[in-house]
């Protein structure tokens, strides 16, 4: 059984979800933010964590 989870980023500024990255649970707690190029604002801004439906 595999213990990373599929997280989503979604960009903080629009909201839109523009990547998606996998999150080991057991080794990193923290919520992951990360800066990434977002296609709709058209800059790089930061991506946070979201929850995949
Ligand atoms: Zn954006």
Redesign the pocket.
């Known amino acids: 059984m595999s213990q990373d989870n599929l997280i989503a980023l979604s960009?903080s500024?629009?909201k839109?979800i523009n990547y998606h990255s996998k999150r080991n649970k057991k080794k990193v707690k923290e919520k992951v933010s990360l800066k990434k190029y977002?296609p709709?604002?058209g800059k790089h801004?930061l991506h946070k964590e979201a929850k995949l439906k």
């Open positions: 960009c500024e629009c839109r977002c709709w604002c801004t």
